[in-house]
Nanobody, 123 residues
Framework: QVQLVESGGGLVQAGGSMRLSCASS????????MGWFRQAPGVERDFVAG????????YYADSVKGRFAISRDNVKNTVYLQVDSLKPEDTAVYYC????????????????WGQGTQVTVSS
């Protein structure tokens, strides 16, 4: 069983930055592919970024390429999402998730989810 806890969200002005963290408790964090998703009110939960078990491969949604960066620390059992050049349309609850196997952009492929952290970008 994996428990995921996100932190680092908040209110920021457009153009600003923040770093989201997702700490994992449980065993074998390094065996999981990790992903970040986000969900704005009234819309589906969308893929943002994913990272392989060793961190050697990453994948991003087109809407965040060049602005967001996913990374992980397998010693600290934590995955990060650095979010830069934020836009009001980035406002959402951000979730981290864990799965076995390769990176997927489909939320149904992920086995474990955190409770989410709110990111609000003001214009």
């Amino acid at each position: 069983q994996v428990q995921l806890v996100e932190s680092g969200g908040g209110l920021v002005q457009a153009g600003g930055s923040m770093r989201l963290s997702c700490a994992s408790s449980g065993r074998a964090f390094s065996s999981y592919t990790m992903g970040w998703f986000r969900q704005a009110p009234g819309v589906e939960r969308d893929f943002v970024a994913g990272i392989s078990q060793t961190g050697g491969r990453t994948y991003y949604a087109d809407s965040v390429k060049g602005r967001f960066a996913i990374s992980r620390d397998n010693v600290k059992n934590t995955v990060y999402l650095q979010v830069d050049s934020l836009k009001p349309e980035d406002t959402a609850v951000y979730y981290c998730a864990a799965k076995y196997g390769s990176i997927s952009y489909l939320n149904r492929d992920y086995n474990y989810w955190g409770q989410g952290t709110q990111v609000t970008v003001s214009s």
